[in-house]
């Protein structure tokens, strides 16, 4: 059974830094595209980042563009979401997700099978 679990989520002030973590177990890592998500109180579940099973293509939302980065390990069958220069309508929780096809439809929503419980991110102002 496939299990995603996230960690590294916080409090943090205005401008500081999160990395995020998301451990994969019971599915075949390096065979799915990865993605972040994340859902704010009263907001629909937005794509925030994603990347191909090789690491080779990355896709941000403009709103993070610059400022995150997702990487992964597929040694540790991890994926990753460093988070820089965060504010305050960065809060929500953050989800991570696996793709079955790989590199195809990575921001959209409905083409990921596995999802993450999520880890809460606040930023104060």
């Known amino acids: 059974q496939a299990q995603l679990v996230e960690s590294g989520g916080g409090l943090v002030q205005t401008g500081a830094s999160l990395k995020l973590s998301c451990e994969a177990s019971g599915l075949t890592f390096s065979t799915y595209g990865m993605g972040w998500f994340r859902q704010a109180p009263g907001k629909e579940r937005e794509f925030v980042a994603a990347i191909s099973t090789r690491g080779g293509n990355t896709y941000y939302a403009d709103s993070v563009k610059g400022r995150f980065t997702i990487s992964r390990d597929n040694a540790k069958n991890t994926v990753y979401l460093q988070m820089n220069a965060l504010k305050p309508e960065d809060t929500a929780d953050y989800y991570c997700?696996?793709?079955?096809?790989?590199?195809?439809?990575?921001?959209?929503?409905?083409?990921?099978?596995?999802w993450g419980q999520g880890t809460q991110v606040t930023v104060s102002s």
């Open positions: 997700a696996a793709n079955p096809y790989g590199s195809s439809g990575l921001n959209l929503r409905q083409t990921y099978r596995y």
